[in-house]
Structure formats: structure tokens, C-alpha cells
């Protein structure tokens, strides 16, 4: 059990998200960010796992802690290639509250990790998911490592080199249409070796970089 005697803070909707041990350090990342959403709790330990859990009260996206995920035995399934991360994106709403990560397939490890972004859609974090990942390659230089979605429509527009949304720009999506305009101009400024995969949920069960929002 910790010792510390303070409050402990959750943000689950801020500039940064996770635990933190001040308000100071709270304030700092909800301060003037449209829609936080936050808590103080009396001890660490409720307080990780309210973060884990997330805020069904308040009606947000789940947090998951930024640490590997637990190991999944993906070596008894031979198909799978064992160097390859997997990518997903998960939206509360749609449009909603969209963020994207991908993760080590074989370890559960996270290698990146963007959002939230408001008024935003699945597909949106699926398509950015992938570019993110071949870009994460490009830059260093790892062009062997495969890369598993669970998204046709991500994999087409990729393919495609255009992220196809209908979404309505808004006010609250402004910071997302630079984003996903630097992703196009990435990919029809770039060529790729590694391999883009469907993920078979139906066979080998839910994606390793699924937020578990379902």
C-alpha cells in the first residue's frame, strides 16, 4: 500500500491522461481542455483502477494503463507472423471520441499511442493507425516487420493513399483534418515494404491492440 498522503488525480480526458499524485500536475493537463474529465481519489491503488477501468458515469471513452498488455501465446498459433505489431483505433460515438495505438504482437507492448480526438470516427483511427505504424517503420529503418488491422476499410484507404470520411468538419475535429492531410501527403510521398495483414478476429479472436470497448 502507498504511504502518500494526498489526494491522487485520474484524467481520463485532458491533454495528457493517466494518474497523477498533485493537483498541480492534474490542473496542468485539464486546465482550459474542452470536455476534461477527471477525479481525485484518496489512495493510488483506487485510483489506477479507476483509470484501468475508466468513468462509465461520465460517459467517456475507457483508459488502459501504458504498460504492456498481459502476454497472449501467439506462438500456438503458427499462422501468425511472429514479427508484427497489430493496430486499432476505438471511437465512443460516432462521430465521437476516437484514439488509435499499436502495440508487439508477440509481448502486448505498446509503441504508440494518439488521441483522444474529438468528433472523430473508427475508421479515421484505423486509417491513421496503419500510416502511423509505416511511418514508426520508415523512420527506423524496419521494413520487414509485418502489420496486422482488423479493418478492410483502414487497409483500403491506405491502399488507396486517401482517407475517404464523409465526416463534417467541425469546430471541435479542427486539429484532426492536418492530421490526417499529413498522413495522405506521407503515403503519396512514400513507398513501403512492409506488409499490411487483415487480422482474422474469427479465428484467432479479438486484435492485440484492441482497446476491449466492445
Known amino acids: 500500500m502507498s504511504s502518500y498522503r494526498g489526494k491522487w488525480y485520474v484524467v481520463w480526458c485532458g491533454r495528457e491522461t493517466g494518474v497523477c499524485d498533485s493537483w498541480a500536475e492534474c490542473e496542468a493537463r485539464v486546465k482550459g481542455f474542452p470536455g ?3 477525479k481525485s481519489f484518496k489512495t493510488q491503488e483506487e485510483a489506477v483502477r ?17 504498460q504492456p498488455a498481459l502476454h497472449v501465446n501467439y506462438e500456438a498459433i503458427p499462422e501468425i507472423v511472429r514479427d508484427s505489431i497489430a493496430v486499432d483505433g476505438a471511437c465512443s460515438g460516432n462521430p465521437g471520441v476516437m484514439e488509435y495505438r499499436g502495440v508487439d504482437v508477440m509481448t502486448g507492448a505498446e509503441l504508440f499511442r494518439q488521441g483522444p480526438f474529438a468528433d472523430a470516427t473508427n475508421n479515421i483511427g484505423e486509417f491513421l493507425a496503419l ?23 483502414g487497409m483500403a ?18 486539429r484532426l483534418w492536418p492530421i490526417i492531410a499529413r498522413a495522405e501527403a506521407w503515403l503519396q510521398s512514400h513507398t513501403w515494404q512492409n506488409r499490411i495483414i487483415k487480422w482474422q478476429t474469427d479465428q484467432w479472436g479479438e486484435i492485440p491492440a484492441d482497446f476491449g470497448r466492445k
Not at 50 to 66: E, P, Q, S, V, W
Not at 131 to 153: E, Q
Open 36 to 38: 476534461a474529465q477527471y
Open 50 to 66: 479507476a483509470f484501468r477501468a475508466g468513468n462509465a458515469d461520465m460517459g467517456i471513452l475507457r483508459a488502459i494503463a501504458r
Open 131 to 153: 500510416v502511423h505504424a509505416l511511418a514508426f517503420f520508415h523512420n527506423t529503418g524496419n521494413t520487414h516487420t509485418a502489420i496486422y488491422s482488423d479493418s478492410r476499410t
Open 157 to 174: 484507404w491506405v491502399r488507396d493513399r486517401k482517407c475517404k470520411t464523409r465526416l463534417a468538419h467541425t469546430e471541435a475535429n479542427a
